[in-house]
C-alpha cells in the first residue's frame, strides 16, 4: 500500500454525492464539508491512516512507536531516521509473539549496521555463589549460561545517542533476559610477546534496580 495524502474532497466524496431529499440534508450537508474544508486535512489523514501506522506521517508513527516502549531515533537526516522508525514499527507488529532476541538484533542492525553485537554471558560455576560478579563472554567448561547478555556498540558511535536509546534496547529483550549496553573499545596488536590482555567497556546500565 502506498502512502498517499488525501485531500479534503476525497472525504467528503461520499456525502456530497450522496442524494439530498431536502433543503434540510442540503444545509446539513453544507456544514459538514464546511467543517472537513476548515480543519487541517494532515489530522484527517493521521486518523485515516491509524489502521496502518508505518505508512503515515512522522506524527503518527512517532506517536505509536512511543506507545509500544520502542526507540524514538532523531537523526540530522530527517528522511532517513523517519524510514527508519518506519521499518522498526512495521516489524514489531508483523513479529508478534515471536519477538525476542531476533527482533532486538534487527533493531540494532537498522540502527547500527555492522556496529553491533550481542554476546551471551556465562559465569564461574567456581564462583556461583557471587553470581553475577564473574560473567564472561567466553563459555568454558567451569561456566554455566545465565539470562545475562551484552549489546555492544562500536565506540565510533555517538555516545550520547546511545545512551539515550539505551533504556529502551533494554526493554526489547524477553522478560527473563537481563541485558546490559557496552561500548566495545577495539585493541591493536603493539608487537609485545608477552603480555596481559583484556577487554575494556563502558557499560550502561539503567535498571532501576
Known sequence: MDNVALTANDFLAPI???????????????????????????????????????????????????????AVLRRDDANLSDKLMSVIYANWESMASERGLGFLQFVLNMLYPEQNEIKRLWHSKAQASNYPL???????????????????????????????????????????VVPEVAVSIKTEDMGIKLAVAANMYHVANFSPY
Open 16 to 70: 456530497l454525492k450522496s442524494h439530498k431529499a431536502n433543503n434540510l440534508e442540503r444545509a446539513m450537508a453544507g456544514v459538514f464539508a464546511g467543517v472537513i474544508q476548515d480543519m487541517q486535512i494532515e489530522q484527517l489523514n493521521d486518523i485515516y491512516s491509524y489502521g496502518v501506522p508505518w505508512l503515515a506521517s512522522r506524527t503518527v508513527v512517532e506517536r505509536f512507536t512511543k506507545l509500544n516502549g520502542l
Open 134 to 176: 564473574h560473567v564472561s563472554e567466553r563459555e568454558s567448561a567451569d561456566s554455566f549460561l545465565t539470562s545475562r547478555l551484552r549489546i555492544k556498540i562500536d565506540s565510533s558511535v555517538d555516545i550520547g545517542e546511545l545512551s539515550e536509546l539505551a533504556p529502551t534496547l533494554s526493554r526489547l529483550v524477553p522478560w527473563q
